[in-house]
Nanobody, 117 residues
Framework: QVQLVESGGGLVQPGGSLRLSCAAS????????MGWYRQAPGKQRELVAD???????SYVESVKGRFTISRDTAKNTVYLQMNSLKPEDTAVYYC???????????WGQGTQLTVSS
């Protein structure tokens, strides 16, 4: 079982930027894809972005053009660069490593992002 440790969350003003990091205890090449999900209070967890073995990325429509997922394979770390943050981005962000369908696999403990003035 891989361990995933997220970091980088916090409080940021609208329009600001933040970068989340997810450090994996095993090679990220062991998994078909790495991803970031988020869950806001009272809402279901949703996929924000993911990146596959071959580097293909996908994003939920609401973050396209603002968020960028990337990885450092030497460090077994996946990042989520978030720009032009909005209050509706407020949520707990979770890192995910999967070999199967989206929503399956291993999860980190989550990191809180709050976007507020």
């Amino acid at each position: 079982q891989v361990q995933l440790v997220e970091s980088g969350g916090g409080l940021v003003q609208p329009g600001g930027s933040l970068r989340l990091s997810c450090a994996a205890s095993a090679s990220i090449f062991n998994f078909y894809a790495m991803g970031w999900y988020r869950q806001a209070p009272g809402k279901q967890r949703e996929l924000v972005a993911d990146i596959t073995l071959v580097g293909s990325t996908s994003y939920v429509e609401s973050v396209k053009g603002r968020f960028t997922i990337s990885r450092d394979t030497a460090k077994n770390t996946v990042y989520l660069q978030m720009n032009s943050l909005k209050p509706e981005d407020t949520a707990v962000y979770y890192c995910n490593a999967r070999s199967g369908v989206r929503g399956s696999g291993s999860w980190g403990q989550g990191t809180q992002l709050t976007v507020s003035s």
